[in-house]
């Protein structure tokens, strides 16, 4: 009985310290990460790659509601006392929740708004965002954005959507006592409509 328990001791006594086996239990896992790493690295740099946006909208957080301002744009002068030359415009509007008392037949309540943010579909978009006083958060779940709007700080975010339709979204910061009252919707539609309404309002 000795001599078979002494057997079978010598038998597994390799494992107790196999040289080989430490090396490779100990590299496997390593090249495992950095496989994994390698593809990470690169979808943390496409992230953080700035793209040439076809438009930019600034979007401003205020107690309690939001604030877009539409930058891109340049009117002619048309005053014959002065010189013809191109001068910037901002489109601004502001957007603010809908009272339950206002809401019409199938409109949803604390998500509709006044001025939804209208933007392009099949565009590269740059939304900038900032705050006018405390931390307000610009999120909406269908474009997975949620980008922190800080006072004195532009956070910037990319945005490219593929289809038309209304997204709705809510500040997600605790943000003050009407935090609960502040939406967001945002309306894509076809680029000739955006520039209607573009025109529109610069008129």
């Given at each position: 009985?000795?001599?078979?328990?002494?057997?079978?001791?010598?038998?597994?006594?390799?494992?107790?310290?196999?040289?080989?086996?430490?090396?490779?239990?100990?590299?496997?896992?390593?090249?495992?990460?950095?496989?994994?790493?390698?593809?990470?690295?690169?979808?943390?740099?496409?992230?953080?790659?700035?793209?040439?946006?076809?438009?930019?909208?600034?979007?401003?957080?205020?107690?309690?509601?939001?604030?877009?301002?539409?930058?891109?744009?340049?009117?002619?002068?048309?005053?014959?006392?002065?010189?013809?030359?191109?001068?910037?415009?901002?489109?601004?509007?502001?957007?603010?929740?809908?009272d339950e008392s206002e809401l019409k037949q199938g409109?949803?309540?604390?998500?509709?708004?006044?001025?939804?943010?209208?933007?392009?579909?099949d565009l590269h978009i740059r939304l900038l965002i900032?705050?006018?006083?405390?931390?307000?958060?610009?999120?909406?779940?269908?474009?997975?954005?949620?980008?922190?709007?800080?006072?004195?700080?532009?956070?910037?975010?990319?945005v490219f959507i593929k289809r038309e339709g209304v997204?709705?979204?809510?500040?997600?910061?605790?943000?003050?006592?009407?935090?609960?009252?502040?939406?967001?919707?945002?309306?894509?539609?076809?680029?000739?409509?955006?520039?209607?309404?573009?025109?529109?309002?610069?008129?």
């Amino acid at each position: 009985m000795i001599k078979t328990l002494r057997g079978d001791v010598r038998r597994f006594r390799p494992f107790n310290s196999h040289f080989r086996l430490e090396i490779f239990w100990t590299i496997s896992p390593s090249i495992i990460l950095v496989l994994i790493g390698i593809p990470s690295f690169a979808l943390l740099y496409a992230m953080d790659e700035v793209l040439n946006p076809s438009l930019t909208v600034k979007i401003i957080g205020h107690q309690w509601f939001w604030h877009y301002e539409y930058s891109d744009y340049r009117v002619e002068n048309t005053d014959e006392d002065l010189d013809t030359y191109n001068f910037p415009v901002t489109l601004t509007i502001t957007s603010d929740i809908v009272d339950e008392s206002e809401l019409k037949q199938g409109e949803h309540r604390l998500l509709k708004v006044t001025n939804p943010l209208i933007l392009p579909e099949d565009l590269h978009i740059r939304l900038l965002i900032t705050s006018n006083d405390v931390i307000h958060s610009w999120a909406v779940p269908s474009f997975g954005i949620k980008c922190d709007a800080v006072p004195g700080r532009l956070n910037q975010v990319f945005v490219f959507i593929k289809r038309e339709g209304v997204f709705t979204g809510q500040c997600s910061e605790l943000c003050g006592v009407s935090h609960g009252f502040m939406p967001i919707e945002v309306k894509v539609v076809d680029i000739q409509l955006f520039e209607d309404f573009i025109n529109k309002h610069l008129a």
